[in-house]
């Protein structure tokens, strides 16, 4: 049970170790509230507010940057800790149902370490095209909110014996090279695969400032007891780009083990600056043979509401299985949703709109895309 305030800050605290901004609005005037501060920061925020007060914070909040359609929460001291998920634009009709005088709004990235089990996709049919192996993560915090999900790999990751034998060769003579760029857990994977099967582990990097694009891939290399030097603020190489050049990469040798038909940008640009990019494509992504029947049967048979793409890969594969069936789905009753701006730019070249898409490149950031979607839809 929530008993009090010191409980309630207590609680979240443990969820948001990485910080939480409070601020009690209970007593003052909101003349003096420096809203647009409020509005960017980067770390959650918990805002004590009177009930009769929701209506003008909400309004000074969007007035000054914070979306009507993001999500917020709205948390009451009585009882258990069950916040209220809602959009910007319909907290304060939200906190007028609630019971109670004083209220609290948290403003977060992901709400998924709440303590309550959000029923957000109560009912709603989900695919998830990502790989068997990479899908629990996404598939997990779907079924939290009360998804029904239907797993369809539409990838598979795949050793290149070739280029797993160069990739140890380079192990050898690592001392040579400066950066290790790392683009996805699924090359973290393999790396990790191929160090210990050559009776190796990551203190080989040691010496190396390793790059990453994403805060998985990130998490990643440090549960394998190595350090990252660097993850871009966005989660895409545009963004790792620009950050390793504001390095002094002339000259350095920069080790990229990736996927093969992945986009040039990152070799390409970093050479132009000075840089001598070693580039590995140590894995490929293949369609599961096993997935080509149940993908059409899925399609065919199932009520989805959402269809779920991390990739551009995984797009690309599932426009090759669906065939001729890609024309007869309706887009307007089954979304679309995808991590990102390069795989909404994939969706957009085979002529499939892209309904929903993430604002945090990341699993729970489409998680949360989904969950505002879903709420907007319920509300309109």
Known sequence: MIRNQKDIYAS?????????????????????????LLVTMKDPILIRARKDQFGQMMESLIMNGFGPSESCAILNLEGTMKP?????????QRARNMAGDILHLLIAKDYSGLVYKSKSLAGKTILVTRAQKQARELTSLLQQRGANVVEVPAIEIVMVYEKKLELLQTLHVIFDYSWLILTSVNTVVIMDQILKEAAMDWSLFKDLSIACIGRSTANAVRDRGASVALVPPMYQAESLVEELLKQDIRDQRILLPRAQGSRRILPDTLELAGAKVHEIQVYRAEIPETSRKELLRVLSQENLNYITFTSSSTVNHFVEIAGELLGKLDFRKIRVACIGPVTAATLTEHGIPCTVQAKEFTIPGLVNALERDALLEMES
């Open 12 to 36: 979240l605290l443990s969820i948001y170790p990485e910080g939480l901004y409070i601020k009690n609005l209970v007593h003052t005037d909101f003349a003096n509230v420096q809203w647009e």
């Open 84 to 92: 209220i998920v809602s959009t910007a634009a319909n907290a304060a």
